[in-house]
C-alpha cells in the first residue's frame, strides 16, 4: 500500500483514499487479501482471558494478615501446639474457601454475559459480493452496510445512501449519527468525523459503501484495548488497610509477648518452659486468628446484599473500596438516563401536550396542560398517524418481561411509542401502504405513502426547519388553514423553545397527492400538523439518588462524548447541575480542556461537574489527575469509550444490559439493572462493609488486648497466672470466634450516609479505637484481676475459673457496645441482631457446658461456681456495657 498517511483517511478524498489503499470500487482480489492478511493478521482484538480458577484460588493468599496467621501457625507446631496450629490453619481454609467462591461466582457472572457482537461482513471481493467472517477483513476492503447491520471494522465511506450509525458504544451520543462520503477540513474528534464508521457500532438505516480503514488492534475499539493493558492496576485501599493493620497486630502480639516473657522468666524466675508457652499462647491471643475469617464474612455478606440490590462484585476487596468513594464519574447515556429516546412533548399550531411514559412501553398518557388526559382531537389524531405510519421500527416485548426491545431508528421508535400511547396500531395502516423513503439526508426528512378515502396521503416526518420550508398550509382546530408569517414565527418559536430543553425536534406534516410512489419532488406543498420532542430521559429515581450522594459528600461528575447541550439538560434534571447554573461555568468540552495548561487543568476539574465531547484518552486523563489529588473515584460506563477510565478507577462499574464485553472486563463491578441508584446502594453497603470490620476489629482487639493485660499485669504484682493456655485459646478461638461471626452481619443503621467519606489513608484502627480501648483495658483487667484475687483464698483453679467467667462476660457486652461506634444501643434495639443474640446465648451455654460438666471442666481445669457467684460476676462485668454506653452518649451530646 501507498506512503498516504491512513490514520487520517477523514481529512483525504475518495479517490486518494481507495489510491492509498491499492484499493477500488470493486473490491479486493484473493491474491491480494492473502498479502494483506499475513502482514496485518486477523480482525480480531487481543483476546483478555478470563481469570483462571487458579489464579482466583492464588489471590486470597494475598493478604498480609494471612500471611502473618500462617507464621503463627508454624511457632505453634514448632512448639507442640498442634491443637493451635490446626485451629489456625482452619481459620485460613474458612478465610480462602469464602473468598474464592465469592470472586469464582462473580467470574461466571460476567462470562456469561459476554456475546459475539460481529459474527459476518458483506464484502466484495473479486468483483463479487460475498458474506465472509468478519474476522477474515483486511485493510483495503470494500464492505456493504445496511439497517441493523453491525459495523466489522473502522472504515472511509465511499458511498452513502441516508447511512445513520448509532456510535452510543464509542462516543456516548445516543441519537443515530448520518454519515456522508464528504472530505473533513480540519482535524476533528472521533464523535465528529461524519465520513467515518467504526468497528462495534450499529447500522440505524440506509446504506453504505465502505472501504475498511482498520483492522484488529488497529481499530478505535483495539486503540482502546491497548490503553488498558498499560493502566498499572494498584492495590486496593482496603488491601492496604488490612495490610497495615497486619503490621499494627503483628507489632502489639510481638511486643505483648515479648513484655510478659521477660516479666515471667527475668524478673519473676519462673520455670523456661512454662513461660514460652504462655508466652507464645499471648502471641497468638493478640492475633485474632479469625480477623482475616471475619473480613471475608464482612464483604462476603455486602457482596451477598450488593448482589440482592442489582450489583455483582467482580472482586472481593473493591466492596469496601465503594464504601470510600469520594468522587463518581458517570456516563450519560443508560446510567443517568434510560437510553431510549421518548416523546415528552407535542406542539401543534394552538395546543400544547405533555406525554407520560418510560422506554419503549407504549403505556402512557398524552396530558394537558391543565393536567387532564387529552381527548383525541382530529389535529393529534392526525399527528399520531403521521408518527405510527411513517415508521419502519418495530417494538416488541421481551418474552418473560415486562422490559420492550427496540429494532430499528431511535427516532422512528419513540414516534412509534407515542402512536401507541394514543391508541393508534400501526397494524391498521399495513394494507393501505402503498410506498416508503427511508430518512434522506438530502432533504432530513423520511416519507410514507398510503392510500386513503379522499385520494392518495404522503405523510413526513423530519428535521422542523426543513419540514417548514416546504409547507404552504397548517392543520389548525378549524381545519386546513394556509401558512402565514405568523404561523412561521409561531412554530419557529416552539422549535427554539424546545431546542433550548435539549429535546431533538421532529416536524411532522402531509398532503394529498396524486402519486403512487414516494417522490422527493413531490415533498412540496405539505400542510404542517405539529412538532414533538423527543429526549433520552433521566431514569426515574436518578434525582433522588444525587441527592443522596451530595448528602453522604460525594460529588457526582458526567463524563460524556455526546453533546455539551444534552450534557448540560441531564446534568440538570438529575440534579449535577442547580437550574439556575451558568452552562457558561459549569459545562466544558474536551476541546475546552486542551487549551488549559496542567495547572489550570487540575483546577477545572475539581469545580466543574459536566464535561462533554469527551475522547476515552481525556476520561483516563481526567480519572488520573483526580485520583492523584487524593480522591477515591468510582467510575461508570457501559461502551468501549469508558474501559481505559474503568480500569483506572478505584472503583470501575459497568453496566450489564448491553453494555460491550471491553467495559465488563475493565471492571470490578457490574450493574444488572443499569441503574445509577445501584451505585448508591452499592456505596451504602460498601460503608456498612467497613463499619463492620470497623467495629469486628475494635471488639477483637480490645478483648485481645485485654486478656494479654490481665497475665501480665498478674504477673507483675506477684501474683500467680490467672488463665491456663487452653482457657487463653478458648476465649479467643471460641468465645470471640462465636461472636465476632455474628457481629460482621450488622445492617447499617440508617445514618451511613449522613456522613462525608473518610480519607483514602485512614487506617481500620484510628484514635477513634483509644477511649473503647481504655475502657476495655481498665475494666476487664481490673475487674478479671481483682476476682482472681479475691478468690485465690479459694484455690488457684477456683481464682482462674472466675476470671475466666468475668473475661468471658464483659467480652460478650461488648459485642452489643460494638454494634455501633457511634449510635447507642437503645437507639439501634438491643435484639434488633438476632445472630447476635443467638451467638451470645450460645456462648453462653458453651460456657456452662465447660465450667459445670465434670468431665469437661477437668480438660480445663474449672471449679464448679454457685448461681449467687455466677450472677454477681455478671453484675461486675456489665458495668463494661453501660460504661461505653455512656461514653458514646456523651460524645454524641
Given at each position: 500500500m501507498n506512503s498516504f498517511d491512513q490514520h487520517s483517511p477523514h481529512l483525504n478524498s475518495v479517490e486518494d483514499v481507495l489510491h492509498s489503499f491499492d484499493s477500488s470500487i470493486q473490491g479486493l482480489t484473493s491474491e491480494e487479501i492473502e498479502t494483506r492478511r499475513a502482514r496485518f493478521g486477523l480482525n480480531t482484538l487481543p483476546d483478555q482471558d478470563s481469570v483462571s480458577t487458579l489464579l482466583i484460588l492464588l489471590r486470597q493468599f494475598k493478604s498480609a494478615l494471612v500471611v502473618i496467621l500462617v507464621i503463627a501457625a508454624g511457632i505453634s507446631w514448632y512448639v507442640g501446639q498442634s491443637v493451635d496450629a490446626w485451629v489456625i490453619v482452619s481459620a485460613i481454609v474458612v478465610d480462602v474457601i469464602i473468598g474464592f467462591t465469592q470472586e469464582y461466582k462473580a467470574q461466571r457472572a460476567v462470562n456469561s454475559l459476554k456475546k459475539q457482537v460481529v459474527i459476518a461482513a458483506k464484502v466484495l471481493r473479486n468483483e463479487e459480493l460475498i458474506n465472509v467472517p468478519a474476522s477474515e477483513l483486511v485493510p483495503g476492503d470494500i464492505i456493504i452496510l445496511e439497517e441493523g447491520d453491525s459495523i466489522p471494522a473502522d472504515g472511509r465511506v465511499i458511498q452513502s445512501n441516508d447511512l445513520r450509525t448509532i456510535e452510543s458504544s464509542l462516543t456516548g451520543e445516543s441519537i443515530p449519527v448520518s454519515k456522508h462520503s464528504k472530505q473533513l477540513s480540519g482535524e476533528v474528534v472521533v464523535a465528529d468525523r461524519k465520513n467515518m464508521v467504526w468497528r462495534g457500532t450499529l447500522v440505524a438505516g440506509g446504506y453504505a459503501r465502505v472501504i475498511v480503514t482498520a483492522t484488529g488492534a488497529n481499530t478505535q475499539i483495539g486503540d482502546i484495548s491497548q490503553s488498558l493493558d498499560e493502566i498499572i492496576e494498584e492495590r486496593s485501599t482496603f488491601t492496604r488497610k488490612t495490610n497495615a493493620l497486619a503490621g499494627q497486630m503483628a507489632v502489639i502480639a510481638i511486643v505483648s509477648a515479648i513484655l510478659i516473657f521477660v516479666t515471667a522468666y527475668f524478673i519473676r524466675g519462673f520455670e523456661f518452659n512454662d513461660v514460652l508457652l504462655t508466652s507464645i499462647a499471648a502471641l497468638v491471643a493478640a492475633i485474632p486468628e479469625g480477623l482475616s475469617v471475619i473480613f471475608t464474612i464482612v464483604l462476603a455478606i455486602a457482596a451477598s446484599r450488593m448482589a440482592k440490590r442489582n450489583v455483582i462484585i467482580r472482586e472481593f476487596a473493591v466492596t469496601e473500596t465503594l464504601g470510600t468513594i469520594s468522587t463518581i464519574l458517570t456516563d450519560k447515556t443508560g446510567t443517568l438516563t434510560q437510553n431510549s429516546l421518548v416523546v415528552e412533548k407535542i406542539m401543534l399550531a394552538d395546543e400544547e401536550f405533555s406525554v407520560t411514559g418510560n422506554g419503549w412501553n407504549p403505556e402512557g398518557k398524552i396530558i394537558t396542560p391543565a393536567g387532564s388526559e387529552a381527548e383525541l382531537t382530529p389535529q393529534l389524531r392526525k399527528l399520531m398517524e403521521i408518527a405510527a405510519v411513517s415508521n419502519n421500527a418495530h417494538i416488541y416485548q421481551k418474552p418473560e418481561s415486562s422490559g420492550y426491545e427496540l429494532i430499528g431508528d431511535p427516532t422512528e421508535g419513540a414516534l412509534l411509542t407515542l402512536a401507541r400511547k394514543g391508541g393508534i396500531a400501526e397494524e391498521e395502516y399495513l394494507s393501505i401502504k402503498l410506498d416508503d423513503m427511508p430518512f434522506s439526508s438530502e432533504v432530513k426528512a423520511r416519507a410514507t405513502l398510503i392510500g386513503a378515502e379522499r385520494g392518495n396521503e404522503l405523510l413526513v416526518t423530519g428535521a422542523p426547519e426543513k419540514i417548514l420550508h416546504r409547507c404552504s398550509a397548517i392543520l389548525t382546530q378549524q381545519g386546513e388553514e394556509q401558512l402565514s408569517d405568523s404561523h412561521g414565527r409561531n412554530i419557529q418559536d416552539k422549535i427554539d423553545r424546545l431546542s433550548d430543553k435539549a429535546y431533538r425536534v421532529i416536524a411532522l406534516a402531509y398532503k394529498r397527492t396524486s402519486f403512487d410512489q414516494v417522490s422527493k419532488e413531490d415533498?412540496?406543498?405539505?400542510?404542517?400538523?405539529?412538532?414533538?420532542?423527543?429526549?433520552?430521559?433521566?431514569?426515574?429515581?436518578?434525582?433522588?439518588?444525587?441527592?443522596?450522594?451530595?448528602?453522604?459528600?460525594?460529588?457526582?461528575?458526567?463524563?460524556?462524548?455526546?453533546?455539551?447541550?444534552?450534557?448540560?439538560?441531564?446534568?440538570?434534571?438529575?440534579?449535577?447541575?442547580?437550574?439556575?447554573?451558568?452552562?457558561?461555568?459549569?459545562?466544558?468540552?474536551?476541546?475546552?480542556?486542551?487549551?488549559?495548561?496542567?495547572?489550570?487543568?487540575?483546577?477545572?476539574?475539581?469545580?466543574?461537574?459536566?464535561?462533554?465531547?469527551?475522547?476515552?484518552?481525556?476520561?483516563?486523563?481526567?480519572?488520573?489527575?483526580?485520583?492523584?489529588?487524593?480522591?477515591?473515584?468510582?467510575?461508570?460506563?457501559?461502551?468501549?469509550?469508558?474501559?481505559?477510565?474503568?480500569?483506572?478507577?478505584?472503583?470501575?462499574?459497568?453496566?450489564?444490559?448491553?453494555?460491550?464485553?471491553?467495559?465488563?472486563?475493565?471492571?470490578?463491578?457490574?450493574?444488572?439493572?443499569?441503574?445509577?441508584?445501584?451505585?448508591?446502594?452499592?456505596?451504602?453497603?460498601?460503608?456498612?462493609?467497613?463499619?463492620?470490620?470497623?467495629?469486628?476489629?475494635?471488639?477483637?482487639?480490645?478483648?485481645?488486648?485485654?486478656?494479654?493485660?490481665?497475665?501480665?499485669?498478674a504477673i507483675l504484682v506477684g501474683l500467680p497466672l490467672p488463665l491456663t493456655v487452653t482457657q487463653l485459646l478458648w476465649l479467643n478461638l471460641v468465645t470471640d470466634g462465636i461472636t465476632d461471626v455474628a457481629l460482621a452481619t450488622e445492617a447499617g443503621h440508617g445514618d451511613v450516609m449522613e456522613r462525608k467519606p473518610m480519607d483514602r489513608n485512614e487506617r481500620i484502627l484510628n484514635c477513634e479505637i483509644i477511649p473503647f480501648l481504655l475502657i476495655n483495658l481498665v475494666l476487664m483487667t481490673g475487674l478479671s484481676l481483682g476476682t482472681f484475687y479475691f478468690y485465690l483464698e479459694e484455690g488457684v483453679r477456683m481464682a482462674q475459673t472466675c476470671a475466666f467467667i468475668v473475661l468471658s462476660f464483659t467480652q460478650l457486652f461488648n459485642v452489643y457496645n460494638m454494634r455501633s461506634l457511634r449510635l447507642p444501643i437503645l437507639k439501634i434495639g438491643f435484639l434488633s441482631n438476632r445472630l447476635v443474640n443467638y451467638a451470645v446465648l450460645l456462648s453462653l451455654i458453651m460456657m456452662y457446658v465447660i465450667i459445670e460438666i465434670p468431665a469437661v471442666a477437668e480438660i480445663f481445669n474449672f471449679e464448679r461456681v454457685s448461681i449467687w457467684d455466677a450472677t454477681i460476676l455478671l453484675v461486675l462485668s456489665s458495668s463494661v456495657f453501660w460504661v461505653t454506653e455512656l461514653y458514646k452518649s456523651v460524645r454524641k451530646k
Open positions: 415533498m412540496e406543498d405539505l400542510c404542517f400538523v405539529g412538532l414533538v420532542g423527543m429526549i433520552d430521559p433521566p431514569r426515574v429515581d436518578v434525582k433522588e439518588a444525587i441527592e443522596k450522594c451530595k448528602s453522604a459528600g460525594i460529588r457526582v461528575v458526567m463524563l460524556t462524548g455526546d453533546h455539551i447541550n444534552t450534557a448540560v439538560a441531564v446534568a440538570r434534571d438529575t440534579g449535577i447541575l442547580k437550574l439556575n447554573e451558568s452552562a457558561d461555568r459549569s459545562a466544558l468540552t474536551e476541546t475546552d480542556l486542551l487549551n488549559l495548561n496542567e495547572e489550570e487543568f487540575d483546577r477545572i476539574i475539581q469545580e466543574v461537574n459536566v464535561f462533554a465531547r469527551l475522547t476515552p484518552r481525556m476520561k483516563l486523563r481526567i480519572a488520573g489527575r483526580l485520583q492523584a489529588a487524593g480522591e477515591l473515584i468510582a467510575m461508570t460506563g457501559d461502551g468501549v469509550n469508558d474501559a481505559p477510565a474503568l480500569k483506572k478507577a478505584d472503583a470501575g462499574i459497568a453496566m450489564g444490559i448491553g453494555g460491550t464485553d471491553t467495559a465488563r472486563e475493565a471492571s470490578d463491578v457490574i450493574l444488572t439493572d443499569n441503574n445509577f441508584t445501584s451505585i448508591v446502594n452499592a456505596i451504602e453497603e460498601g460503608r456498612i462493609a467497613f463499619n463492620n470490620a470497623r467495629q469486628t476489629s475494635f471488639f477483637l482487639i480490645t478483648t485481645n488486648l485485654a486478656e494479654s493485660a490481665t497475665i501480665m499485669l
